[in-house]
C-alpha cells in the first residue's frame, strides 16, 4: 500500500493507494458506514460487500439524476443513517459524484470516503471533491464541493474494466498532460493503451501521477478560482455534446479538446494541435464528430463557466501549459460554427 | 437604517435593520439578481416586486420539498441564471430556508441574501444559515450551513402579519431568553404580545437583540459542536409533533420547551417549568398536547441529534442558562411517556 495525502481547506484527505477493498474495515466502523454502489459493481463483486450496509444504484450516466439522491435519501433514513455514519461510494464517477453530494446534503454533512473502480474515477472523477447530479441535458448542474476523508484504490477492481472504460480514462490523463505535465505527455506519446494495462506498476505510477496533478492544482484552488479552471480543458464543448449525443465522458472531452486547440491556435501562441490529436488518436479516442451547432450553442450558453456574456475558456500556451481566456460568447460561437464547418 | 455585521467562517454578513425594500436595488445589481418568494406575499406586495426577476413558490410548509427545488431550478436555468447571479428570498422561514438550500447546490453555489418578512424569520429562521428541506414527516432532513451575503428588515412587511405569525416568533425569542438571556426573560414576563406590536421601538429594539443572540451563538460554533446546539432548546421533541400532528412551528416548540423544561428537572438543578410556562401562555403559545408517545418517539430515533444510542438534548440550569445533556434514547423514551401520561 502507498500513502497520499493532500489538504483541502484546512482539512486532509488520504489516499490509500494499490490498497487491498478489505483494507475499509480498518478505515471505519461497519455498524456505521453505508456503503453505495452501481448494480453492476454490486453484481460483480458481492463477496467484497459482505457484511456491509449497502445501497445499490442504477448503473449509467443518466441516473446521475434527482430521483436516485431522493431514493438513496428514502434508504438511509431506512437505514437509520445518523450524523456519525460514513458514507462510501464504490464505483465510477457517477456513483462517487453521487455519493458525495448526498453526503454533503443528509443531515446537513456526512462524513464520506470512495473506492473508486474505474480509472477516470481513479485519475479525476474521485479527485478534488466536486459532487453533483445533471438537470436534463446540462451536466453537474447542481452539487457542491466538498472533500472525502479518504479515498482507497484496489487496482485489482480495473481487471473487469471494459475497454471503452480504459479509454475514457485516457482521456483524462490525456488533458492533464496536456494543461501541467510536458514530460507526462511525452510519455504517453510513446506508449500506448496496453503498455499500461499489462504493465502493472507502470499504471499504479500513472494513476499516482495523476492524482498528484489533480490534487495539487485543487489544493491550491479549491474553489475554482483560478487555476482550478485548467482542469475543464475540453470539457465546455464536451459536456455540451456529451448529453446531447449520448457521448461517453471520454469521446466528448476528447473532441472538445482538439476544439479547443484549435481555438488556441486562434488566441494564443499554440500549434500543436496535431499532437493533441495524435495521443488522442493512440488511446483509441475520437477527434471529430458531426453535431448541430445551434444546439450545442444554446447548451454552451448555460455552461457554468459562461459569466455573463462570456465565457472562460481554457485553452493551450503549449504542450504542458493550459491558461484560461475570456472569450466573448458572440466569438465563441463564430468559432463553434467555423470549427464544424472546417471539418 | 440600523447596520449589523458578524463573521462567519471568515466571511463577513451584514445584517440592514429597520431598511427599506427599495435599498435592496443599491445591495445587488438587479439584472443579475433573482428574488424567491412565496404566492401569499407576491401577491401582497406586488409593487415591491416590480422590476425584478421572481420566481414564485406555493405557500406553507408542506411545499419545503424537493419537489419546490426542483421546480426552482428549472426556473433559475430557464431564466439563463449563471454563477454571477444572485438569490435573494424575501418570505418567512420556508421561502428562505429554500433559497439559501438552492443556492448552496446550483452550479455548486451561488451568493444569496434574504430579506425576511416574519418576525419568526426574523429573530431566528433566516440567521445562521442553516437551510434545507423537508423530508416526509422529518424536518430539514437534507440541506447545508451556507451564510447569506447579507439581511435585510423592512419592518413595514409586517404590517400584514398575521397574529398566529406573531405567536410563532415569540416561540423563539422565548427560546432565546430562556437560553441565553435572564433579563430578556424577565421583559418577556412583563410584556405582552401587544407592547411588541404597537411600539415599534420595542419591536425593533427585541428584533436587534434576537439576532445579536443567535449570530453571537453562531458566530462562535457555525457547525454545531459546542454552544450552537442551545438553540436546539424544545426543538427534539418539537419537530417530532410538528410534522406529525401539523402544529405551527411556534406551537410545537412551545410544547417541546415544556417538555425540556420537564426533563431538566430529572437531570439538572432546575426547578422553574412553571415560569417557562407561563412565559409562553402569555404570549398566546400552547404547552400541552395529546400525541401518541410511540409515533413521536420513532420520529425522534430519526432526529438529527440523535447519535448512535444517545441523544444530544438541550435542558436548562436555569432561566437565561441552557446547556447539552446526552441522554440514553431508552431512557429518553420513558421520559417521553411519562410526560405525556402525566398530562
Known amino acids: 500500500m502507498n500513502k497520499l495525502q493532500y489538504t483541502f481547506s484546512g482539512k486532509t484527505t488520504t489516499w490509500y493507494l494499490d490498497a487491498d477493498f478489505g483494507y475499509l474495515a480498518k ?8 456503503l453505495i454502489t452501481d448494480e453492476h459493481l454490486f453484481a460483480a463483486h458481492q463477496k467484497r460487500f459482505g457484511g456491509w450496509s449497502t445501497i445499490v444504484i442504477n448503473a ?9 439522491v431522493d431514493s ?19 464505483g465510477g464517477g457517477v456513483v462517487t459524484d453521487i455519493t458525495g453530494y448526498v ?26 471533491g466536486k459532487n453533483g447530479i445533471d438537470v436534463g441535458v446540462y451536466k453537474n448542474m447542481v452539487g457542491t464541493i466538498r472533500q472525502p476523508q479518504f479515498l482507497l484504490y484496489d487496482y485489482a477492481m480495473l481487471k473487469s474494466l471494459p475497454k471503452e472504460e480504459w479509454v475514457n480514462g485516457f482521456a483524462e490523463i490525456i488533458k492533464h498532460a ?19 494495462q499489462k504493465d502493472k506498476a507502470a499504471l499504479a505510477k500513472l494513476i499516482k501521477r495523476n492524482v498528484g496533478i489533480k490534487a495539487k492544482v485543487v489544493e491550491k484552488d479549491e474553489f475554482e478560482r483560478g487555476d482550478r479552471r485548467l482542469l475543464n480543458f475540453g470539457h465546455t464543448l464536451g459536456h455540451a455534446i456529451e448529453n446531447l449525443y449520448e457521448l461517453s ?24 494541435t496535431d499532437r493533441v490529436i495524435g495521443a488522442l488518436k493512440r488511446y483509441g479516442l475520437p477527434t471529430l464528430a458531426a453535431f448541430n451547432a445551434k444546439e450545442v450553442i444554446n447548451v454552451l450558453r448555460m455552461d457554468k463557466k459562461k459569466v455573463k456574456e462570456s465565457m472562460n475558456y481554457v485553452l493551450l500556451n503549449k504542450i504542458g501549459q493550459g491558461v ?3 472569450i466573448p460568447l458572440a466569438e465563441l460561437e463564430k468559432l463553434v460554427q467555423s470549427i464544424i464547418t472546417a471539418r
Chains 1, 2 share one sequence.
Open 27 to 34: 478505515l471505519v466502523d461497519k455498524d456505521h458506514t453505508v
Open 60 to 68: 449509467g450516466e443518466q441516473y446521475k439524476v434527482q430521483a436516485t
Open 72 to 90: 438513496i435519501i428514502e434508504q438511509l433514513i431506512e437505514l437509520g443513517a445518523d450524523r456519525k455514519t460514513t458514507l462510501i461510494g464504490v
Open 103 to 128: 453526503a454533503a446534503i443528509y443531515m446537513r454533512g456526512l462524513a464520506f470516503g470512495f473506492v473508486p473502480t474505474s480509472l477516470l474515477a481513479m485519475v479525476d472523477a474521485s479527485v478534488g
Open 178 to 196: 496536456a494543461i501541467k505535465d510536458a514530460a507526462l505527455f511525452r510519455e504517453l506519446e510513446k506508449n500506448k493503451l496496453t503498455t499500461y
Open 249 to 272: 465522458h471520454g469521446q466528448a472531452i476528447s473532441i472538445g479538446m482538439v476544439a479547443a486547440s484549435m481555438i488556441s491556435e486562434e488566441f494564443t501562441d499554440f500549434k500543436e
Open 324 to 326: 484560461v481566456r475570456t
